[in-house]
């Protein structure tokens, strides 16, 4: 078992830059304050969620505040410091203007950095690939730190500090990774051996504003009034997930990161200190509603449970009036060819039998137009009670035949 982790916590009531500033210095005090992750003289790497050129208030993207504050203490450190990502939609510079980034940049003297130039690293231990094409950049780094923002995610439940590093891989190889890996729990593997690589020594999460419903873009703007941070990734998503009423165990990267013994998923075991994180948490927070893999306990044969998982998982639909026809989603989609059409008649706009359900399209989609709709079955059949009342079955049968083979022992 792993150690107990340390995950501080610190609310802050808005994103004024003084107020940020304080709340992550304090946040940092139990770890030793940003001295104890940076030298004098050492390159720093911030990685924050820049996933594309969203407004800030839409809350996609790590708010520039936060950017601000972390620069600024790697600086009094003694560090040099880059800003990096490479985003899904968007060139990184237009990106980071219209995430706010600029005047962060300009007050700062921090340079961004791009991460279109690949380079090849070997994976320790990986568990999907030996060798990753990733930013060169990670290499040229001799610190990372990771600035995500906190907010739901249609495909993995939740994308947080572990998922942050998926932003390492250049450009368009982030939507062949997800046809290649089309099941979340292998792309959740891909993602930890990134962080492998990557190897960011702390994670700095934005909770201030965070996003639920429809993440990671289409999403709605919640407060939590908070700033998160601790070296082991893993904990701070899992004490995010308490923080929103997420259960730990629908987050494929956090299942992922238990079953590979990557940081520490137990509550019981992660020590937070700082402010009462229960007074941060929020019941009625709104999460991803795809459904938990319950089927596996369905006692039926596996094409069965295909099909089924197939009509029980979210759909993209193109949005008549809100599509704008740019071609976005067809473009990025990772199946070629494209498995959505927009300009196509309705009916035919999306290939289902060749759709892999990485929702690309819906991230991508600048105008909000694909929402991600339940099929018939997942809106009629109550699946969740049909697997719950199966796997009771399937424990009563388990019980009985244990008992028939204790008496049979017993003769």
């Known amino acids: 078992m792993n150690a107990p982790a340390l995950v501080s916590l610190r609310q802050v009531a808005d994103y004024d830059p003084d107020l940020v500033l304080a709340?992550?210095?304090?946040?940092?005090?139990?770890?030793?304050?940003?001295?104890?992750?940076?030298?004098?003289g050492q390159r720093v790497l911030l990685k924050p969620n820049l996933l594309g050129g969203f407004a800030v208030e839409r809350a996609v993207t790590t708010h520039p505040s936060v950017v601000r504050a972390a620069v600024r203490l790697a600086q009094e450190a003694g560090g040099r410091v880059f800003v990096g990502d490479s985003p899904s939609l968007g060139h990184l510079s237009g990106v980071a203007r219209a995430a706010g980034?600029?005047?962060?940049?300009?007050?700062t003297g921090a340079q961004l950095l791009d991460f279109s130039e690949p380079h090849d690293f070997d994976v320790p231990t990986s568990r999907v690939a030996p060798r990753l094409t990733l930013a060169k950049a990670l290499l040229e780094a001799d610190v990372v730190i990771s600035l995500p923002k906190l907010k739901t995610h249609a495909q993995m439940t939740l994308t947080g500090a572990l998922k942050n590093q998926y932003g390492c891989i250049p450009g368009t190889l982030k939507s062949q990774w997800h046809f290649r890996l089309q099941k979340?729990?292998?792309?959740?593997?891909?993602?930890l051996d990134v962080n492998r690589v990557a190897r960011p020594a702390l994670a700095i999460m934005d909770a201030v504003i965070a996003m639920e419903g429809h993440g990671p873009t289409s999403g709605r703007p919640r407060r939590l009034g908070a700033l998160l941070a601790s070296p082991d990734l893993a904990a701070l998503d899992t004490l995010?997930?308490?923080?929103?009423?997420?259960?730990?165990?629908?987050?494929?990267?956090?299942?992922?990161?238990?079953?590979?013994?990557?940081?520490?998923?137990?509550?019981?075991?992660?020590?937070?200190?700082?402010d009462d994180w229960q007074s941060v948490r929020q019941a009625d927070f709104e999460n991803v509603q795809q459904p938990a893999d319950v089927l596996r306990l369905v006692p039926l044969p596996k094409p069965a449970l295909a099909w089924l998982r197939r009509q029980w998982t979210l759909r993209p639909q193109i949005i008549d009036g809100r599509c704008t026809h740019c071609g976005i989603c067809e473009k990025g989609c990772p199946v070629k060819p494209a498995a959505i059409h927009p300009q196509a008649a309705p009916g035919q706009r999306l290939d289902d039998a060749r759709c892999i359900r990485c929702y690309c399209c819906h991230e991508f989609c600048p105008s909000h137009g694909i929402e991600l709709r339940q099929p018939w079955l997942a809106r009629h059949l109550p699946l969740d009670v049909l697997a719950d009342r199966?796997?009771?079955?399937?424990?009563?049968?388990?019980?009985?035949?244990?008992?028939?083979?204790?008496?049979?022992?017993?003769?």
Do not use: N
């Open 23 to 40: 709340a992550l210095r304090s946040c940092l005090e139990p770890f030793g304050g940003m001295k104890a992750f940076v030298r004098p």
């Open 101 to 107: 980034l600029a005047p962060v940049l300009e007050e």
């Open 184 to 191: 979340p729990e292998w792309l959740a593997s891909l993602i």
């Open 240 to 274: 995010a997930c308490h923080l929103i009423g997420l259960d730990p165990m629908r987050v494929p990267l956090l299942v992922a990161a238990r079953e590979q013994a990557y940081g520490q998923t137990d509550l019981q075991q992660i020590h937070v200190v700082g």
């Open 390 to 411: 199966a796997s009771r079955l399937v424990g009563l049968f388990s019980a009985a035949r244990r008992r028939s083979r204790e008496v049979l022992a017993k003769k």
